[in-house]
């Protein structure tokens, strides 16, 4: 079944990482391109100054629209509107004969149990020990509690002697133990022991013999009305906002039903009405609860009005106003964002060009001056390399001047800021004495890198094959 498969792809996944090795030319070469250093100059064209001064006309905007439908492609949507009701906004006085009302009426909620803080030593022995067990285990408990009896330590008592693994080694400690936490037997020897008391017969219960110790007695009983009095304020305070919501909600959804208008409506009631578009949002069966305003609205026939909500920030009323079917929504609604998209292109294509240009004249010219007359920003990094990054660089313009020639200066770089151009000022090769001390761990690393890669092929040809099924967990299929 399902444990021999996985023991057999275990096997297999075994053979195949076994089968890699690790080369002292690997080794080096890995160690080299940790280690090896670089410093460069840096040149930044950055994009926001180029976004902010770039226009976009009404036909650039027509036109990325019609080739770039999908980016504002939107999905069944309703033009809502709505009115919540907080139970926030009704703030209820609660009188104090209305606290002592319910802490007598719901007296158990403030009853705290007795408690014992006890300590044991247990033999264990089954239910059906048999008598030769049940004699061995009893002598045994009563043999500890002769000799607690006689002053030896308890907890020294319950680290030499107690069958009970999760206690013995804290002395035979149990903490503090409530009336209906333990089992009956227990229970009865323990609360009839006082402070101090060990029990003086050993006490059978479902796991074997017992040896009990007490050592402070908590008296169980009722929370004064003074300490309760708080939290049952803001209980019933917090009920009566509920309730005084919940009454206002209803009160206020028939004329908001029954009026043409409303918003207008809404306002003479002195609410304060929104109005906004809803859309659906795809959840994972099972994972995310459904949003109970979307499926008002969605459940809703237009020009339908919701009973009450219950949301998280209140009751709300709602209206269905509008349905508006998924695709592509008129320019005019979306020219802000179709605008915005038109200036990051145009500007992305102006700094690519600017960047070129920097690169093309900095390699007949100085680098500095080229970089000011381009208008960039730029500056110079400390020696960095694969093992000790640079801190001003992001990872793509550190990873291109890693891989050009000391003297060169690397193709534009594109980043979230704008565009880098990079000149490699020097390259300093490692020590390769350091290799050594860094031997273990670059060779585990190597090691794992290579057999996962080994792995990952062996099932790709073997998927490719198809004549091995390979029972992998969902998460881990390639």
């Known amino acids: 079944g399902e444990i021999r498969r996985e023991l ?13 090795k690790v080369s002292e030319t690997e080794l080096a070469q890995a160690f080299r391109l940790r280690r090896e250093e670089v410093r460069v100059a840096w040149a930044l ?19 990325y629209l019609a080739q770039h439908p999908d980016e504002f492609r939107q999905p069944d949507r309703r033009r809502v509107q709505y009115v919540t009701i907080s139970a926030r906004d009704f ?22 149990p007795r408690q014992a803080h006890a300590a044991h030593i247990l033999a264990r022995v089954g239910e059906t020990g048999g008598s030769e067990a049940d004699d061995k285990a009893r ?37 503090f133990v409530g009336k209906g936490e333990v089992v009956p037997q227990f229970e009865q020897a323990l609360f009839a022991l006082k402070k101090g008391e060990v029990s003086a017969e050993p006490v059978r219960t479902p796991f074997g013999f017992h040896a009990i110790k007490v050592f402070e007695v908590k008296e169980g009983g009722r929370k004064p009305l003074k300490e309760a009095a708080a939290a049952i304020k803001s209980k019933l305070s917090a009920e009566a906002a509920e309730r005084a919501a919940k009454a206002k909600a209803d009160q206020i959804r028939p004329p908001l039903q029954a009026a043409k208008d409303f918003v207008a409506e809404a306002k003479k009631l002195g609410l304060r009405p929104i109005e906004t578009t809803m859309a ?71 700094a690519m060009e600017r960047a070129k240009q920097l690169a093309a004249d900095a390699r007949a010219g100085d680098f500095g001056a080229v970089a000011k007359k381009a208008g960039a920003t730029a500056g110079e ?20 001047a890693l891989q050009t020639p000391a003297g060169q200066l690397s193709a534009p770089v594109k980043a979230q800021q704008g565009y880098y151009v990079l000149k490699v000022l020097e390259r300093v090769a490692p020590d390769m004495g350091g290799l050594q001390a860094e031997r273990d761990k670059l060779l585990k690393e190597i090691l794992a890198q290579k057999q996962s890669l080994a792995w990952e092929s062996w099932l790709a040809g073997a998927r490719a094959n198809a004549k091995i099924e390979t029972h992998l967990p969902a998460s881990r299929r390639g």
């Open 8 to 20: 057999t792809r275990a096997k297999v996944e075994n053979a195949v990482r076994s089968g890699v």
């Open 45 to 63: 064209i950055e994009l926001p100054s180029i976004v902010a001064a770039t226009g976009a006309t009404d036909e650039e905007i027509a036109a």
């Open 91 to 112: 703030v209820t006085p609660v009188s104090d004969a209305d606290v002592e009302k319910y802490y007598h009426e719901h007296a158990a909620e403030f009853e705290s």
């Open 139 to 175: 002598g045994k408990i009563a043999d500890a509690i002769r000799r607690a009896k006689a002053g030896e330590d308890f907890a020294k008592l319950a680290k030499e002697l107690s069958d009970d693994p999760g206690s013995a080694s804290r002395g035979g400690d149990l903490g």
């Open 280 to 350: 659906r949002v795809d959840r994972v069966a099972g994972l995310a609860a459904p949003d109970p305003l979307e499926e008002a609205a969605f459940g809703l026939s237009i020009g339908g009005t919701s009973a009450p909500v219950a949301t998280p920030v209140g009751l709300v009323v709602l209206k269905s106003v509008e349905a508006i079917p998924a695709g592509v929504p008129p320019v005019a609604e979306i020219k802000d964002k179709v605008t915005a998209s038109v200036k990051r292109q145009k500007a992305e294509t102006a």
């Open 381 to 400: 990094t400390p020696r960095f390399s694969r093992a000790k990054p640079a801190e001003r660089l992001p990872g793509d313009a550190m990873l291109a």
